[in-house]
C-alpha cells in the first residue's frame, strides 16, 4: 500500500530554522513534492524532487533521498507568515502522472 | 491569470437537496481535478479530468458526479449526500496531462468548504 508519513506538528521560533521530515513507501516513484497550506487557503506548490540531491529557492530548500524513501523541507530564517500546514506528496509512478498521494501535513506555529 | 478560483466558498446543503460545485482555470491547463480534504487529514484525490475526458474516477460514489464543460471549467454535481461527505473540496489543474511538461505541478483553488446535514 502506499503510506506517506510527517509529524504533525512542529513550533519554532521567528528567524529560527526548522526542517520537516517526510518519508514514504509508494507502489513507485515519480517525484515528491512539497505544498504549504495557510488555513482556510489553497495548498501552494512550494518544491520538486525527482533525482537525489537538495533542490534551493531562497529561505526554503527540500532534499530527497531515492534509496531511503526520505525528503525533508527545510525553512530557514522563519518568518510569522511560513505558520501554515506543510504537505508532502509523491507522484507514485509514470503511469499515474495525476495521482498525488498526500501524508497528512505537518502543522509549523511560528512564534514570536 | 495564475489562480484556479471556486465557487461557493461556503455551502450548507439537505441529504435530499442537489447542488453543484463550480472549478475554473484560465491557464490553459488541460488537466483537471477533484479532491476531498477531511480536517487535520490529507487530501484524497475523487477524479481526473485530461483533456476534458474522465480519465481517473477513485472509486467515487455516484452521488457525486463530475462534469467537465470545456477546458476551463469543472462542475461537481452532488445529490443525496450524507453527513459523512462533509469536507473541504478542493479542485487542482495542472499543465500536461501526460505529464511531460516540467514538474507538472498541481495549482489548487481555494476550496469549498461542505456541510451535509
Known amino acids: 500500500g502506499q503510506n506517506i508519513d510527517q509529524p504533525t506538528e512542529m513550533t519554532a521560533t521567528e528567524g529560527a530554522i526548522v526542517q520537516i521530515n517526510c518519508t514514504y513507501q509508494?507502489?513507485?516513484?515519480?517525484?515528491l513534492f512539497w505544498y504549504q497550506q495557510h488555513a482556510g487557503e489553497a495548498p501552494t506548490f512550494l518544491s520538486y524532487?525527482?533525482?537525489?540531491g537538495l533542490e534551493e529557492k531562497g529561505r526554503f530548500s527540500s532534499f530527497l533521498s531515492r534509496s531511503k524513501g526520505y525528503s525533508y523541507l527545510l525553512l530557514k530564517e522563519l518568518q510569522m507568515k511560513d505558520s501554515a500546514s506543510y504537505l508532502c506528496?509523491?507522484?507514485?509512478?509514470?503511469?499515474?502522472?495525476?495521482?498525488?498521494?498526500f501524508g497528512a501535513g505537518t502543522q509549523v506555529v511560528v512564534t514570536p | 491569470d495564475t489562480e484556479v478560483t471556486q465557487t461557493p466558498k461556503h455551502l450548507v446543503m439537505g441529504m435530499t437537496n442537489k447542488k453543484s460545485l463550480k472549478c475554473e482555470q484560465h491557464?490553459?491547463?488541460?488537466?483537471m481535478y477533484w479532491y476531498k480534504q477531511k480536517a487535520k487529514k490529507p487530501p484524497e484525490l475523487m477524479f481526473v479530468?485530461?483533456?476534458?475526458?474522465?480519465?481517473i474516477n477513485e472509486s467515487v460514489p455516484s452521488r457525486f458526479s463530475p462534469e467537465c464543460p470545456n477546458s476551463s471549467l469543472l462542475n461537481l454535481h452532488l445529490h443525496a449526500l450524507q453527513p459523512e461527505d462533509s469536507a473541504l473540496y478542493l479542485c487542482?489543474?495542472?499543465?500536461?496531462?501526460?505529464?511531460?511538461?516540467?514538474?507538472?505541478?498541481?495549482?489548487f483553488g481555494p476550496g469549498t468548504r461542505l456541510t451535509v446535514l
Open positions: 487542482a489543474s495542472s499543465q500536461d496531462p501526460e505529464g511531460l511538461a516540467g514538474y507538472n505541478e498541481q495549482f
Open positions: 509508494t507502489s513507485g516513484f515519480n517525484g
Open positions: 524532487n525527482v533525482l537525489d
Open positions: 506528496a509523491v507522484r507514485p509512478s509514470t503511469d499515474s502522472w495525476g495521482k498525488l498521494q
Open positions: 491557464m490553459g491547463h488541460r488537466a
Open positions: 479530468y485530461s483533456y476534458e475526458k474522465l480519465s
